[in-house]
């Protein structure tokens, strides 16, 4: 079955510890992206990848780092977490580098930072 | 600044009723444009998009949405609603070049039986 899946699901952890949510694709995407959810903020982009080795900066970079060794993982790392980081985050990709093809969606972490 | 509203927190309807859910774009060029749904603790999923071509554009689960560049409109409607419609619904673009995807905040749909 084609999809992206996320881990974990969700995550409880406290000020300043590491963690990493990892993201993995078996649709052979090109693109992969991270966003977070906040209520009446909508989703907004943290970073994306347009290929392997190749990462930029969305909306919301700071605090967060990214890597895509291989085409199909693409983890987000928290350094050192804060509460401003609590958030519910998906990741996403699709078939192409190109904006206009449909992404799609990770059934999403649920992160909470004490 | 280049933007994607949608002006409605919630949207209420009754099961049978017709649905539209707003979303309104501000952009200087061509926009690509998407409507997405979350149904609780779920990922986003793909309606319909709009990239170009014709106004009208048909989607997954009996939705449709029109391009109203005039108005600078993309609203999303369906003529009969469920009630299991009843989700949050996302409009997404594309407003310039390969810009990232910009999200509109969500408008929550309940389908009252």
């Known amino acids: 079955e084609a999809q992206v899946t996320q881990n974990p699901r969700y995550l409880i952890t406290v000020t300043g510890k590491k963690l990493t949510v990892t993201c993995s694709q078996n649709?052979?995407?090109?693109?992969m992206s991270w966003y977070r959810q906040d209520p009446g903020l909508g989703l907004r982009q943290i970073y994306y990848s347009m290929n392997v080795e190749v990462t930029d900066k969305g909306d919301v970079p700071e605090g967060y780092k990214v890597s895509r060794k291989e085409k199909r993982n693409f983890p987000l790392i928290l350094e050192s977490p804060s509460p401003n980081q609590t958030s519910l985050y998906f990741c996403?990709?699709?078939?192409?580098?190109?904006?206009?093809?449909?992404?799609?969606f990770g059934p999403g972490t649920r992160l909470l930072v004490l | 600044a280049q933007s994607v509203a949608q002006p409605e927190d919630q949207v209420n309807v009754a099961e049978g009723n017709p649905l539209t859910v707003k979303c309104t774009y501000s952009v200087s060029g061509n926009p690509y444009l998407f409507w997405y749904v979350q149904y609780p603790n779920r990922g986003l999923q793909f309606l319909l998009k709009y990239i170009t071509g014709d106004n009208l554009v048909k989607g997954s689960y009996g939705f449709e949405a029109e391009f109203n560049k005039s108005q600078t409109s993309f609203h999303l409607k369906k003529p009969s609603a469920l009630v299991s419609d009843s989700a949050l619904y996302f409009c997404a673009g594309v407003l310039s070049g390969n810009t990232p995807l910009v999200f509109g905040k969500g408008t929550r749909l309940s389908v009252i039986a």
């Open positions: 649709m052979n995407h090109e693109y």
């Open positions: 996403a990709s699709s078939s192409s580098p190109f904006i206009q093809e449909t992404q799609y």
